[in-house]
């Protein structure tokens, strides 16, 4: 019966009058098809398959026929699958294999696998049948998700074109380059993605491409450009391949945004300009020291071309003595330094010698090894020559300008009994002078001044305001004035100067030959140390007032009584305030040094030098002009005696006798005659003209006797020419005449005359009675 039903149906296919042979022939040639064959009517009953439908479902050929075709259908399409059999009975037409429809056939073991299918219409005398040729395309689906796979991986945006330039396909990357999505690609001209001004010859190029398919690689010589969404435009580069499909020619162009690039080497063209039109020299060369690379001013600095310079070794570029350092010079780079603003010599090609500036740099390869060198070479000759120039003038200006300084500051002088030390470093900066001073005055009968300033600020103004100070404080020591009288009137001195923010400090002390007792006052200046014999170093007491120049502040003054032998310390802020210290440390360092040196040494030289470099170590160091004294005080007078007197007349004779037995007391009898004649002239002008009670006080050391007379009045004795009938008017001219030296000197109560003689002669000496 199965057989008389294939027979029956074969009839019905090739017609009722067909032959046996034709139904045969028939069979033969649905068995031999290369693709599964089924054959239903038109109620989707299997009629016929061929051995290949066998294989490619898994059932027998008896357990198809009879049964309805959707059993080769997955259970998903078998709704819709009614509908498309039953639409395509109405509408009968043969449909070719890939005609567009994602069809899958279901195997017996129930997997499926995609298909393709043509359908033919055949019209019985039995009805429709309807003959289904079915591929299975499992291997070119698999090959189109890997070639999709491999298109969505490409790095570059793949982009599918047919023959007519219609876009077939793209990726992933061609999305995100442009900023269209998928679908609005899909099926439009490929010109969508070409800058409008392009698009014209767009067309004919890809014509002509089609006519004249290869492959063109990346980077082709053409300036190309995409367009995105947003209408900006960017460089592209573009690789094209031709396949040739079933469905006609496609094209593949793998395109490539080289925007990064395109500004690589814009930069990289600016940088070669820049390098070219450098003026400085710009070298390359290996690591062994062979020259790669010679710009325009390297030409023009050394005179060799560039044809001329590479290849060679760098050393021929420096002079013989320097051969050494180019060998150490590219060892440093090897091992990865950077060397900088490396001052030497180089020789041109005519022999001249260059002062050149050298910066040289290792370049690197990807992972980070040295592979060469970069040098930049600056000519410095001109700049060399005009610092030499330059060093010249400064030192002739400095030497000038410390000239300048000493003599305005002048030379102190040797004074009898006072051992002193002094130095005075210029600062190390600048023209070197600067504003310090110091000063040592002889006020006669024993007593001495010492001076010491700073001018605030640096340069010939400060100094040209020290030298103006220090004389007008010179000539009012030389007046006997006390310290806070001589503070006030140099305050009233440098307001008078009109010298915007000009302040100064100083202090002045007035040394009594008689106890050690030391008088000072200070304007603003820094404590004055005392070295007493047996104790530390300490600072002296006294009222510090402001600095001079700020005006309309009262200056005090503090007398001291120091131990025979002690040593003051002036110095000014120099030598103890330096950047970044504290200057109360730097005081506790001052005294250590002076405690240090003073016990082991009397010498007060040795011990300015060792305060000086115990301090400032670094002699190129210091900004600020430097003043350190070392003063000690005079022995004690080997006799002193005085009394006290009404200004009466009678007691200038009293007085001469007073003067007398003194002397002989003494054993300094010479030139008695003269001290008791001078004591009585000062004495009778103190009575004449003076407060009481008066004073008198005489001094006696090794070679010098001095004699003081003290009165109440503030009025201060001066010399004048007595006429012929003058009774008086001549004791001060004799006093003139015959005192080895003499002056008045202000005091608190009034004034002091005093006057010096010379003993000539040594107590004891049998000249003497």
Sequence with gaps: MEESGRVTGARATVGASASATDEELFRGLLEAAPDAMVIVDDTGTIKLVNAQTEALFGHRREDLLGHPVEMLVPGRFREHHTHHRDHYAANRQVRPMGAGLELYGLRKDGTEFPVEISLSPLETTDGLLVSAAVRDISERKAAEEQFRGLLEAAPDAMVIVDDTGTIKLVNAQT??????????LLGHPVEMLVPGRFREH?????????????????????????????????????????????????????????????????????????????QDAILAKTLDGHLTYWNAAAQRMYGYTAAEAIGRHVSF??????????DALLDRLRHGEKVEHYETLRVTRSGRLLDVDVTLWPTRTADGTVDGVCAIVRDISDLKQAEAQLTALYEQQRHIALTLQRSLMGT??????????????????GAGVGGDWFDLIPLGAGHVGILIGDVMG???????????????????????????????????????????????????????????????????HLPVLVAAPGRQVSALPAPVSAPLGVGGIPHQQNSVVLPPGSTLVLYTDGLIETPGSDIEHRLTELKTALDRVLATTSDLEIAAEHVLTTLLPDTEEHTDDVTLLLARLPVAPLAVAGTDLPAVPSSVPEARAFVGEILTSW?????????????????????LHAEGPLHLHMRRNTTELAVEISDRSPHLPHPRLADVEDESGRGLLLVDALADNWGVRPTEEGKTTWFTLSLGKTAGDPADT
């Design 458 to 524: 640096r340069g010939l103004e400060a100094a040209a305001v020290m030298g103006q100070l220090r004389s007008a404080a010179h000539a009012l020591a030389t007046t006997g004035m006390e310290p806070r009288q001589l503070m006030q009137a140099l305050d009233t001195f440098v307001s008078g100067l009109h010298v915007p923010d000009q302040l100064v400090t100083c202090c002045y002390l007035v040394i009594a030959p008689d106890a050690g007792a030391v008088t000072l006052c200070s304007a603003g």
């Design 202 to 278: 767009h067309t004919h190029h890809r014509d002509h491409y089609a006519a004249n398919r290869q492959v063109r690689p990346m980077g082709a010589g053409l300036e190309l450009y995409g367009l995105r969404k947003d209408g900006t435009e960017f460089p592209v580069e573009i690789s094209l391949s031709p396949l040739e499909t079933t469905d006609g020619l496609l094209v593949s162009a793998a395109v490539r945004d080289i925007s990064e690039r395109k500004a690589a080497e814009q930069r990289i063209n600016e940088l070669a300009a820049l390098v070219e039109s450098s």
């Design 175 to 184: 999305e995100a380059l442009f900023g269209h999505r998928r679908e609005d």
């Design 412 to 429: 102190p002088p040797d004074l009898p009994g006072l051992a002193a030390a002094y130095r005075y470093r210029a600062a190390t900066q």
């Design 667 to 687: 054993g300094s009898t010479y030139r008695a005659d003269d001290v008791q004649l001078l004591a009585s002239e000062v004495l009778t002008n103190a009575v």
């Design 317 to 326: 570029l420096a002079p013989a003595a320097c051969r050494d350092e180019v």
